[in-house]
């Protein structure tokens, strides 16, 4: 009587072990392709203490962000 019991229950935790796997798999996926990717706010603050924008331009595109 257990026999195809026992597989059936085997194979439903197989089967939701995997689904499990593959959940987990996607949400750590996709959090890494963003956190990769750098704000504006950070490319500005790095374009400004690199010298490539003057105070003036980061000051001017600084509050245009925050709109």
């Not at 689904?19 to 750098?38: D, E, G, N, P, T």
Request: glycine share 8%.
């Amino acid at each position: 009587m257990t026999g195809w019991f026992g597989s059936g229950m085997s194979f439903i935790t197989i089967g939701l072990i995997i689904v499990l796997a593959v959940v987990i798999y996607m949400a750590f996926s996709s959090h890494r392709k963003f956190s990769h990717q750098s704000s504006a706010t950070d490319i500005l603050d790095q374009q400004y203490a690199a010298g490539k924008i003057d105070e003036g331009e980061y000051l001017k595109r600084k509050e245009n962000l925050k709109r």
